[in-house]
């Protein structure tokens, strides 16, 4: 299994362009969700699935959109970039959210610069 | 909402010796899980430990092993016979029992090895 992947790497934008960032699993997992992380913030949920065609909101949504058209991917829409959403961006994705198989398994990360 | 502190940004250790991250919640629900997670300088977010809440005794994983305190929403980390591969960034997090739950991280300790 490759586990979560994530696309691209690193990716620099400039300020009101847009983009998707990629994310995908292979591990039949049907809760997928976003984050972000800064510098003495921690990880913050942006949206979360719980499966093919539900969507959610975290705790910081505003500047994206998800859409979960398959088990298997779950891209972040980023619709006019702004120098806040400079950040390190990570998707991760877990069998379940109760009992057993709800510990989360991240992807490798994506750094996005925004000017 | 759900919060978890950290209140430790950074720590060191010397090889060989023992070392306790903290971690607090604060949360009404009575069932839930409790994670640590490492972040090492590659970004890789990697499962250290799990703790469901309504188990009284207290998870391990070869050199590592929690101490739950439920009443005192209390949950620490302890890494015996630190190696150098330990450096890295942890992240205590939480997550209510139940369907499509969200993951609540804390702002993270950087633990340091010191040969």
């Known amino acids: 299994n490759a586990g979560v992947t994530q696309t691209p790497k690193f990716q620099v934008l400039k300020t009101g362009q847009s983009m998707t960032l990629q994310c995908a699993q292979d591990?039949?997992?049907?809760?997928m969700s976003w984050y972000r992380q800064d510098p003495g913030m921690g990880l913050r949920l942006i949206h979360y699935s719980v499966g093919a065609g539900i969507t959610d909101q975290g705790e910081v949504p505003n500047g994206y959109n998800v859409s979960r058209s398959t088990t298997e991917d779950f891209p972040l829409r980023l619709l006019s970039a702004a120098p806040s959403q400079t950040s390190v961006y990570f998707c991760a994705s877990s069998y379940s959210t109760s009992g057993t198989g709800n510990e989360q398994f991240f992807g490798p990360g994506t750094r996005l610069t925004v000017l | 909402a759900q919060t978890v502190t950290q209140s430790q940004p950074e720590m060191s250790v010397q090889e060989a010796e023992t070392v306790t991250l903290s971690c607090t919640y604060d949360t009404s629900e009575s069932n839930y899980y409790l994670f640590w997670y490492k972040q090492p300088p590659s970004r890789q977010m990697i499962l250290v430990i799990r703790q469901e809440a309504y188990k009284q005794q207290n998870a391990t994983e070869n050199r590592f092993s929690v101490n739950f305190q439920k009443a005192a929403k209390s949950f620490s980390l302890k890494i015996s016979d630190s190696q150098l591969g330990d450096t890295a960034m942890y992240f205590c997090a939480f997550m209510k029992w139940g369907p499509g739950n969200q993951f609540y991280f804390g702002t993270g300790t950087s633990l340091t090895v010191i040969p």
């Open positions: 591990m039949n997992h049907e809760y």
